[in-house]
C-alpha cells in the first residue's frame, strides 16, 4: 500500500506566478536606491564615477518600466519566459553598473542576489539555474574586471584575500539562497495544491452527499402520489373492462406509475442521506467507504468488534463526507498495492474508536515512512510500479487528502509496516504489508444513542 493520488491538474511547476506590477515596483524601488547610491557617492564622498554611462545603465531599467507599464495592463501576470526575460534583464543591469563602480569592491554588490532569490521563488528549477549561473558567471568576471573607483585622484583596492573571500562568500550565497528559497517555495506551492485538491476532494463528496438526499427525499415524497395513480389506474381498468380503447390508456398509466416507482427506487439507492441516516451502524459506513474496491479482484476482509472488557455495543457512525472520503483513499490505497488481500479491522472500547487497514503487499517503502501524508512525496516512480497500478502518479496527494480529512474528523493517523520488508516470500506472515491506523475519541465521531431524529427535513 502506497501513497495515493495525482496532481495532473495541481502542477507546481506552473507558469503565472509572478505579477507585473511586482515586479515593476521592485525595479521602480532598486532604480531609486541606485540613483541615490551614485548622488550620495558622488557628491558627498568625491568619488570620480563615470556619470554618463551610470546614467546610461539607470536610464535603460526607467525605460524598460515603462514600457512595461504602458503597453500592459496592471493585473498581468507574468509566464515562465517573460519572468525570466525580466530578471535577467535586471541581473545584467545590476552588473554593468558594478562594472562601472568598482566591481566586488563595491558594498552593493551583494544586491546580485535579488534577481536569483527572486527566479528561485517564483520559476521552475532549470530558469533558477540558468540565472544563477549567469550571476555566478557575472561575479567572477567583476571579481577581475571592473572600472576602479577614485577619490581624490587615487584608486581605492581591495586586499586580494578579502576580495578573494568576498568573491567565496557571493558565490556560496548565491548558490545557498538559490537552493533555500526553491525550496521553501516548492513546498510552500505542494501545500498550497495539496489544500486545494483536498477542498475539491470534500466538495464533490458533499456534493454526492447531498445529490444523494435530493434523489432520497423526492422518492419518499412521491411514494404516495404514485401509489394513489396506481390505485386509481387499477380501478378504471376493472370499470373500463367493456371499454378496451380507454382501458388501454389506463393498463398504460399503472405501467407508468411502475416505472416511475422502479426509477426512483434504482436512483434512491445512491442517497440515503436523510435524518436517519445520518449516522449508521460502524460495519455499515465501512463497507460504504469501501464499496467501490470490493470487485477490483482483491478480497476485503471485514473485522468489527468491541475490544476485551468494553460493555457498549456497536456504535452509530456520524456519515460525514470527508469521514468516508478519506476510509475510501486508505482502502483503494491498500487494494491498490495488496497481493491479494486487505483487512479492515476496527475495534472499540468506552472511550475511543481504532481502525487498522492491512495488506499483504510490499509494504512502504522504509525512507518514506517518516514522511507519509506530506503531499507530492516522490517525484517518480519504478517500473515495477508502473506495472503494478497503470496511471499512478506516486505524489502523496492521496494519503494527504485521506490524513488531512480523517483528521477533521477527530483521527490521529499512524502509518507502518507489518513485516520486515528483508524476510524472504516463505517467512513473511499473511499481514505482510503497509498498515493506516487511526484512532479516534468516541464522542468526536459517534452520534447520540437513541437521539430522536425527528421528521426528514424538506430539501430546498
Known amino acids: 500500500m502506497q501513497e495515493n493520488g495525482s496532481i495532473a491538474d495541481f502542477n507546481p511547476a506552473r507558469s503565472d506566478w509572478l505579477r507585473l506590477q511586482t ?24 568619488v570620480a564615477l563615470p556619470l554618463g554611462l551610470c546614467l546610461v545603465a539607470v536610464g535603460a531599467a526607467v525605460i524598460a518600466n515603462l514600457v512595461l507599464v504602458a503597453v500592459y495592463p496592471a493585473n498581468k501576470r507574468l509566464n515562465r519566459t517573460e519572468a525570466l526575460v525580466a ?9 554593468f553598473l558594478l562594472f562601472l563602480t568598482g566591481g566586488l569592491s563595491n558594498p552593493f ?3 546580485i542576489l535579488a534577481p536569483v532569490t527572486v527566479s528561485a521563488s517564483t520559476l521552475p528549477l532549470r530558469a533558477t539555474l540558468f540565472l544563477g549561473g549567469l550571476a555566478l558567471a557575472f561575479v567572477t568576471i567583476l571579481a577581475v574586471a571592473y572600472v576602479p573607483l577614485q577619490v581624490a585622484g587615487a584608486s581605492i583596492t581591495v586586499p586580494p584575500l578579502i576580495g578573494f573571500g568576498f568573491l567565496l562568500s557571493l558565490v556560496i550565497s548565491i548558490v545557498f539562497m538559490g537552493i533555500y528559497s526553491h525550496r521553501v517555495a516548492s513546498e510552500k506551492r505542494s501545500m498550497s495544491d495539496a489544500l486545494l485538491a483536498t477542498q475539491m476532494a470534500l466538495a464533490r463528496e458533499q456534493k454526492l452527499t447531498d445529490l444523494g438526499g435530493v434523489v432520497a427525499a423526492a422518492a419518499h415524497e412521491l411514494g404516495t402520489p404514485l401509489a394513489t395513480i396506481k390505485m386509481v389506474s387499477a380501478e378504471m381498468l376493472d370499470e373500463l373492462s367493456d371499454r378496451p380503447d380507454l382501458a388501454e390508456d389506463a393498463r398504460l398509466i399503472h405501467q407508468q406509475a411502475d416505472r416511475c416507482r422502479d426509477i426512483l427506487r434504482s436512483m434512491g439507492k445512491a442517497g440515503k442521506d436523510d435524518l436517519h441516516m445520518r449516522q449508521a451502524p460502524l460495519g455499515a459506513v ?4 469501501a464499496e467501490p474496491h470490493l470487485e477490483r479482484g482483491k478480497k476485503v476482509n471485514f473485522s468489527v468488534g468491541p475490544a476485551f472488557g468494553t460493555r457498549t455495543g456497536e456504535p452509530n457512525i456520524l456519515r460525514r463526507p470527508e469521514l468516508i472520503h478519506g476510509l475510501r483513499n486508505l482502502v483503494q490505497n491498500a487494494v491498490d498495492f495488496a497481493r491479494s488481500q486487505v483487512w479492515v479491522d476496527a475495534v472499540w472500547t468506552d472511550d475511543t474508536l481504532t481502525l487498522r487497514i ?7 517503502p522504509t525512507h518514506v515512512i517518516g514522511r507519509l501524508g506530506d503531499p507530492f512525496l516522490r517525484a517518480r516512480r519504478d517500473d515495477v510500479g508502473a506495472v503494478r497500478r497503470p496511471g499512478y502518479e506516486g505524489m502523496g496527494l492521496g494519503l494527504f487528502i485521506a490524513k488531512t480529512l480523517l483528521e477533521r474528523t477527530g483521527a490521529e493517523l499512524a502509518f507502518a509496516n507489518a513485516a520486515d520488508p528483508f524476510l524472504s516470500p516463505g517467512e513473511r ?6 498498515i493506516v491506523e487511526a484512532v479516534w475519541p468516541l464522542d468526536r465521531i459517534v452520534g447520540k444513542r437513541g437521539e430522536a431524529l425527528g421528521e426528514n427535513e424538506i430539501i430546498r
Open 23 to 46: 515586479l515593476v515596483l521592485l525595479r521602480w524601488m532598486a532604480i531609486g536606491g541606485q540613483l541615490l547610491a551614485i548622488a550620495v557617492a558622488s557628491q558627498v564622498y568625491d
Open 87 to 95: 530578471l535577467v534583464f535586471d541581473l545584467s543591469q545590476l552588473a
Open 109 to 111: 554588490a551583494v544586491l
Open 286 to 289: 465501512l463497507h460504504e467507504a
Open 358 to 364: 492491512i495488506d499483504d503487499g510490499a509494504g512502504f
Open 429 to 434: 506472515p499473511e499481514r505482510s504489508g503497509a
